[in-house]
């Protein structure tokens, strides 16, 4: 070991490498959710290297200290690789590390969720890609490392999140009715919001605006609405009552 | 670069060495609040190494893939080896990771922060550590690396959090009144919920109960409190109207 009390942090520097030290594995996972034919799916991939070969598991992988800047620009990489797109909300939600997790040693993951749009999602999907349906709270299969385990992290932060913010809207396609909003929380939360209350919160001028068309069916004729090119995600400061 | 693609799962792991592929710095760092003297204070210390060498920064550091489980028993060993003692609550906020952090190259922290009581915290203080009073958003000088911005992340998840859970009572010491609740509250938010509220939200059986001691002073005398030994952290499902 050498005695670095006298250098300068200049030199320090100079002969500073990372990989003199012990260090955990560090990888980012995301949870890609997408709202398909009335339920809430999660994208998994086919694992073609060890560990854990033949598997599927959530979409991820190791930072590239090289290309990325940050870790939601690792994150967004990933994503492309397998849907094609960057998705259009994501979000960090947790980091879990420990020694037991992953067989080559001591590993940290960055967790993240995204949310698609279910039609943009599914033109680009590769044979090693499959979208799986949430059934209670992880998928119906068994993934890959602690993979179930994140899934149920992930949908926990977005049944939470879904109940004060705008985050439905990101799982539609883009012209979307009312109702097709309370299928999203139905889908999220197994109960939705009264009509009224989707109605108070996004119709507001800052978030959706009206497309023009109306979508027709056995009811009367109903608006389709889209986002705002400058919406942001929008946080309200009640939940509601009813899906508590 | 070893063809991999014909190795069992096990000669993969034999051959597998974690510093082969380039990675980030991987580090833990701590935002220990304390209450005292009616303010939100935060634990600080100077570095004795290079980089920032002689600045004063939050603790936390590597984690100890020999020693540490997972990565919250890293948070509350680095917290012991500076404060003494593990905290009575600890949340893990957000991991930041790019390229611009720490000069050493691409980095990753994992954020935490740790409640203390304003007492317990004070005996025991190191002189290359102080409990520096916050100012805004963050402490009142400069730290080492991002250090300021992290104490930003941390508090506003803690002023989020106060607002629907009986995190209040982890800043107080062993006995404290409804009074020294509001107070906890004043010193987070600038702002506290009507002492009915508080009274409703604290006073049910699962949390508090009553030390059997009084505090005397210019009012009627003010019942002490204490934390049940049983009593885990509580989430409440709607956030106080006066303190948004």
């Keep these: 070991m050498v005695d670095h009390s006298q250098l300068t942090e200049a030199e320090y520097l100079a002969q500073y490498n990372v990989q ?21 799916q999660v994208l998994t991939c086919l694992r073609h290297q060890h560990p854990a070969k033949e598997q599927w598991a959530l979409p991820g992988g190791y930072i590239d200290i090289n290309q990325d800047n940050d870790l939601d620009t690792t994150a967004q990489r990933k994503l492309a690789a397998k ?15 420990n020694q037991q997790r992953d067989p080559r040693g001591w590993s940290i993951t960055v967790v993240y969720y995204a949310l698609f ?18 059934q209670g ?45 309370s299928d999203v929380f139905l889908a999220i939360l197994g109960k939705t919001p009264p009509m009224r209350s ?17 979508r027709y069916g056995s009811n009367r004729p109903a608006t389709l ?15 509601y009552h009813t899906t508590q």
């Design 20 to 40: 003199d030290f012990d260090a955990p594995l560090c990888t980012v996972d995301i949870v890609p959710f997408r709202f398909h034919d009335h339920r809430l």
């Design 83 to 97: 849907i094609g797109t960057e998705a259009p909300y994501l979000e960090q939600v947790q980091t879990v590390g």
């Design 117 to 134: 749009p279910g039609s943009a999602a599914n033109q680009t999907l590769l044979s090693d890609t499959r979208w799986l349906t949430l």
């Design 137 to 181: 709270n992880t998928v119906g299969q068994p993934l890959a490392f602690d993979h179930n385990q994140l899934i149920s992290v992930a949908l926990e932060r977005l049944q939470n999140k879904v109940q004060y913010t705008s985050l439905p809207v990101y799982l539609l396609p883009e012209c979307f009715t009312l109702a097709d909003i």
């Design 198 to 214: 989707i109605r108070n919160r996004f119709l507001n001028e800052d978030l959706l605006e009206d497309s023009g068309e109306k």
């Design 225 to 239: 609405y889209r986002l705002k090119k400058t919406a942001a995600a929008q946080f309200y400061n009640r939940l």
